[in-house]
C-alpha cells in the first residue's frame, strides 16, 4: 500500500509565500518523477513542476520564477517552495509520484491566495 501525505496548504496574501511538503509511504520503489499538479474549480488539473530522478526540473510558465521544487531520495518527499504567490494561484495542489509501473497521486491540499 502506497500512500501519499500532503501538506503545507493554507491561506495566504497575495506576494506571500507557502512550502507544500509530500512524504511516500509504503512499498513504493523506483521512483522516477515526483511533481506537483494544481486544479482550480472549473478548470482542468495542470502540471505546476515536476523534477525527475536525476534532479531535472520543469515548470509551467506561469510558475517560472516564483515556484521551486525539491526532493529528497533518500526520504522519499517532494517539497514545492512557492514564493510571490497570486490569486491565480489559488487551487487545490497534488502531489504526484511516478515509479515504473504506477502513478500515485496524493488527496490533495487547497492553497488559496487572497487578500
Known amino acids: 500500500q502506497v500512500q501519499l501525505v500532503e501538506s503545507g496548504g493554507g491561506l495566504v496574501q497575495p506576494g506571500g509565500s507557502l512550502r507544500l511538503s509530500c512524504a511516500a509511504s509504503?512499498?513504493?520503489?523506483?521512483?522516477?518523477?515526483m511533481g506537483w499538479y494544481r486544479q482550480a474549480p472549473g478548470k482542468q488539473r495542470e502540471l505546476v513542476a515536476g523534477i525527475s530522478n536525476f534532479g531535472s526540473t520543469n515548470y509551467a510558465d506561469s510558475v517560472k520564477g516564483r515556484f521551486t521544487i525539491s526532493r529528497d531520495n533518500a526520504k522519499n518527499t517532494v517539497d514545492l517552495q512557492m514564493n510571490s504567490l497570486k490569486p491565480e494561484d489559488t487551487a487545490v495542489y497534488f502531489c504526484?509520484?511516478?515509479?515504473?509501473?504506477?502513478?500515485?497521486w496524493g488527496q490533495g491540499t487547497q492553497v488559496t491566495v487572497s487578500s
Open positions: 504526484n509520484v511516478v515509479v515504473t509501473t504506477a502513478i500515485y
Open positions: 509504503g512499498s513504493i520503489f523506483n521512483i522516477r518523477t
